[in-house]
T-cell receptor
């Protein structure tokens, strides 16, 4: 069966510090991968998605970046955190059917709570 | 106008009651619809897809009204374990991205 891991579970970082959040998926190959942020009392905002190794689409301008160095690994990074980067970061995956399309259902990891002070 | 709009609640409902939520979406070309459930401080999980003809899964019934651009979720005989935030989710373009509503918070009261 497929599982998705995220770490760390919680993180407190000072403003201006770097960030690296990791997400890995097991039990599937060539998934679509997604990074979302959920701010307190707000909906999920799609930050990045990836359809393959090295392929990243950015959805909103921000000081975050994403990388996919391996098929089932997705990393969210920042060089300098802002207060507004605080939130609940969720990684998700979906099944990909060949080159053309992916299944619509997305499965989420447990998330990382980031507090920037 | 938000792409996907939900009443944030909270809905405080006695155990055993029936409760219904609506969700409206802005793009008439939307192709797929879902309800996800999110427990407090947890990740969202798929509750059910919403089909054009309506669909039922145990105590849960989902309906789609394309003419009025809304979807609904009905929960019958509510249980304490139904307490959660329910997220309305739309795939606007039949592509690989989903748009999430901000959620409706439901609390079932003993």
């Amino acid at each position: 069966s497929q599982t998705i891991h995220q770490w760390p579970a919680t993180l407190v970082q000072p403003v201006g510090s770097p960030l690296s959040l990791e997400c890995t998926v097991e039990g599937t190959s060539n998934p679509n991968l997604y990074w979302y942020r959920q701010a307190a009392g707000r909906g999920l905002q799609l930050l990045f998605y990836s359809v393959g190794i090295g392929q990243i689409s950015s959805e909103v301008p921000q000081n975050l970046s994403a990388s996919r160095p391996q098929d089932r690994q997705f990393i969210l990074s920042s060089k300098k955190l802002l207060l507004s980067d605080s939130g609940f970061y969720l990684c998700a995956w979906s099944v990909r059917f060949g080159v053309e399309r992916a299944e619509e259902t997305q499965y989420f990891g447990p998330g990382t709570r980031l507090l920037v002070l | 106008r938000k792409e996907v709009e939900q009443d944030p609640g909270p809905f405080n409902v006695p155990e055993g009651a029936t409760v219904a939520f609506n969700c409206t979406y802005s793009n008439s070309a939307s192709q797929s619809f879902f309800w996800y459930r999110q427990d407090c401080r947890k990740e969202p999980k798929l509750l059910m897809s919403v089909y054009s003809s309506g669909n039922e899964d145990g105590r849960f019934t989902a309906q789609l009204n394309r003419a009025s651009q809304y979807i609904s979720l009905l929960i019958r005989d509510s249980k304490l374990s139904d307490s959660a935030t329910y997220l309305c989710v739309v795939n606007f373009f039949g592509n690989e991205k989903l748009t999430f509503g901000t959620g409706t918070r439901l609390t079932i009261i003993p």
